[in-house]
């Protein structure tokens, strides 16, 4: 399970930077 939280943390802050960038 420790994969899928840091995936999901991964697609969080990849998310908010990418809306940021956008």
Same mark, same amino acid.
């Given at each position: 399970?420790?994969?899928? +939280?840091?995936? %999901?943390?991964? +697609?969080?802050?990849?998310?908010?930077? %990418?809306?940021?960038?956008?």
């Amino acid at each position: 399970m420790e994969g899928q +939280t840091a995936r %999901n943390a991964r +697609t969080s802050w990849l998310g908010s930077r %990418n809306h940021a960038a956008r």
